[in-house]
């Protein structure tokens, strides 16, 4: 996984409530058995006019002007801010890695759904959570200036606007301490084998319909 | 000291360590697997060079691509065409063959929605911990049992490890309190809490749903219950051991026997909330309130009764609220105010780990029995969760009930739920579905889903539109 330090990158708008796993990658792309790719699928649906299938040429399908992603002042975008319970609905981890695919490394919401919060981390995406007041006024304040960039520190859990304001948000340590460091969590986990083989012994004697 | 929750007593008996920030490492005691969410997984683990911790701990199934069209010559294996899909249920296929794992696959009896399947042959006991990439996965905490829903990296890390890194979530307890009426199902049920907590409600906690129109549920009622705590924003949702757990389990082929039973059981019978137990959060629904639900929108959440209308956005008053209401009944292409029992349908789909156990497919049948399937209903479809699940049904006479009704009778898998298989909706057309999730392009692109129980599915079947089941 790729280290999160300092980003700085373009912000572009997702203006609605509740967006679901099945808007941000369709059924149809999970039948891929790989991790990359899913980048020109990414919100499929809603970016292109017609129906999308796996081995689609997108360069040649017709965009949907109207969706936000499309506009040309949001083009390289890095940053999506977006409303409540973003990432709703299917444990799906080809959200993130469709998100991460298409080029976003932050994503910042007033709240998550749990399992698409958790894959984020997973795949080095920083998912920030601020009030939806502070949401808010950052929503018109990209939409009011083309252009507008973030430079996030996560070492320092701030977001620097533009204008030079300091945004601090929360983050979990354990979580920062791995995306700081691209750490793997299975090598982590695999340095407490002895815990683990410690506690299937305990367990085996407690309960040992649960190792047949 | 104050008594521990459900929760509280599961996750405290499967942590393996405690870090100082609060992030635990937690045991988890079975794994279950399916081809859309895995491959990614082990191939993580043979680029490592790693191995399963512990085999038989993992339990594998083909459900989301596979086909639900009748077998031909011999096996349903020939049937999808779709060269991608066909090459992830291979892939499964090879990755469970190479580290070893037991896999029902397409042509064997016991195949089905891994949700079905797991509770069946006993895989899912109570007091465990179990995991699946698939959100639905809360569906197995109707055994008593701490369930939920992962992500790839984390199917990639349970099989590493057999441990998974987490935060403790907070308590909820949601309660219905009283009996509900006849013709309200566990459907209804949680379908009325999500109405009622909304889709975020419970994120952020475990659900434990409970009361005496939650005992009174059958096992199978209370797995429809749990498997949509997801739906309300909770990752893992539970219900307490009972005697008609214990009763479910016993004599299933992965459950234990002897003195390991009368073992066991005793541990189980522990598995339920303190008096005491403090719940950070508690819902209290009154049993009697709740009338069959129908969904009118592109989120579970936005449900109302059979007997009302599709609400007004102008009546909202938090804006953006009143914006996603009118985005949703655009795509759904209703009028607010439309009564529900005006709304016609184009297709009825009776299946999915929600809806597709034998309890289902009885209520369904007590409805479609010496009735047609309406002039105006393109397709109805039942499709069983489980081979057995079929088997059982066909031993009943179900399967002739439907088919004489003008249902189509398929072959087990998510099939509609998901339409990741043949089985869709097209652009505008109007399903009455016994499934988990009405989003927007969830059942094929532009199609537009009602949530509802099975009888209530397969009353609207038969009648071209939304109907009180209760007046049949």
């Known amino acids: 996984m790729e280290k999160f330090k300092i980003h700085k990158g373009l912000v572009a708008l997702m203006d609605r409530s509740n967006v679901d796993t099945d808007a941000i990658i369709p059924k149809q792309f999970l039948k891929s058995i790989k991790r990359a790719g899913f980048g020109p699928n990414l919100f499929d649906e809603w970016r292109y006019l017609d129906h999308g299938e796996p081995g689609m040429d997108n360069s040649v399908r017709s965009l949907n002007t109207d969706f936000v992603l499309n506009q040309p002042r949001y083009q390289g975008a890095s940053i999506l801010l977006a409303r409540e319970n973003f990432g709703c609905g299917s444990s799906r981890e080809h959200a993130p890695w469709a998100l991460l695919d298409y080029g976003f490394r932050v994503i910042i919401a007033p709240s998550y759904a749990d399992i698409f919060f958790n894959n984020c981390f997973k795949n080095g995406i920083l998912p920030i959570v601020l009030d939806a007041s502070v949401v808010d006024g950052l929503f018109q304040a990209v939409a009011a200036n083309e252009g507008y960039a973030f430079s996030i520190d996560l070492e320092a859990q701030t977001i620097i606007t533009p204008d030079g304001k300091g945004i601090v948000f929360d983050v979990e340590e354990f979580r920062k301490h791995c995306l700081l460091n691209g750490l793997d969590d299975i090598g982590l986990t695999l340095q407490h084998v002895d815990d683990i083989r410690a506690y299937e012994e305990r367990r085996a004697q407690e309960a040992p319909w649960l190792f047949n | ?472």
Not at chain 2, 153 to 169: D, G, P, W
Not at chain 2, 336 to 363: H, M, V, Y
Not at chain 2, 399 to 418: K, N, Q, V, Y
């Open chain 2, 1 to 472: 000291m104050a008594g521990k929750t459900l929760y509280d007593k599961l996750w405290d008996a499967h942590v393996v360590r405690r870090q100082e920030d609060g992030t635990c490492l937690l045991y988890i005691d079975r794994h279950l697997v399916h081809e859309v969410t895995s491959p990614q997984a082990f191939e993580g683990l043979r680029l490592a060079g790693r191995k399963l911790w512990r085999v038989t701990a993992n339990l594998a199934t083909p459900d989301h691509n596979v086909p639900t069209t009748p077998p031909e010559n011999g096996g349903r294996a020939q049937g999808i065409t779709d060269p991608v899909a066909r090459l992830q249920v291979e892939t499964l296929d090879n990755n469970c063959d190479e580290f070893g794992i037991t896999e029902f696959k397409m042509d064997d009896i016991r195949q089905g929605i891994v949700h079905v399947i797991s509770p069946e042959q006993g895989a899912t006991l109570p007091g465990m911990t179990l995991v699946c990439g698939d959100s639905h996965t809360s569906t197995h905490g109707a055994l008593g049992a701490l369930a939920h829903g992962i992500g790839t990296s984390e199917v990639e890390h349970v099989l590493a490890t057999q441990c998974l890194i987490q935060r403790k979530s907070k308590n909820m307890l949601v309660s219905i309190d009283g009996a509900v009426g006849p013709g309200v199902t566990a459907k209804d049920i949680v379908l009325a809490i999500i109405g009622e907590i909304g889709t975020a409600g419970g994120t952020g906690y475990a659900i434990e749903f409970g009361g005496e129109g939650i005992r009174a549920l059958s096992i199978e009622g209370r797995m429809t219950v749990c498997n949509m705590a997801i739906e309300g924003g909770a990752r893992a949702g539970m219900v307490a051991v009972d005697q008609k757990t214990i009763d479910y389990v016993q004599g299933r082929p992965y459950a234990p026997t002897n003195e390991q039973w009368e073992a066991a059981v005793a541990t189980w019978r522990e598995l339920h909330s303190d008096d005491d137990a403090p719940f950070d959060h508690v819902v209290r629904i009154n049993g009697a309130d709740i009338q069959p639900q129908v969904t009118w929108g592109t989120s579970p959440e936005m449900v109302v009764s059979v007997d009302g209308r599709v609400p007004d956005p102008a009546q909202q008053s938090d804006v953006v609220k009143a914006d996603g209401m009118r985005a949703a009944l655009v795509y759904m292409g209703l009028e607010a105010n439309t009564p529900i029992n005006e709304i016609n349908i184009d297709k009825a789909f009776i299946g999915s780990c929600t809806n597709s156990r034998i309890e289902d497919l009885r209520a369904a049948a007590v409805v479609a029995k010496g009735r047609k399937v309406a002039d105006n209903v393109k397709l109805a479809m039942v499709v069983p969760g489980s081979g057995l699940v079929k088997a059982q049904a066909e031993r009943e006479g179900l399967d002739t009930i439907f088919i004489d009704a003008g249902f189509e009778w398929r072959e087990p898998g998510c099939s509609m739920c998901l339409a990741m298989n043949a089985d869709r909706l097209e652009p505008g057309e109007r399903c009455a579905s016994t499934s988990n999730r009405n989003f927007e392009g969830r059942q094929g692109q532009g199609g537009r889903t009602h949530l509802v129980s099975p009888a209530m599915a397969a009353a609207a079947a038969v009648t071209g539109h939304f109907v009180d089941v209760r007046d049949f």
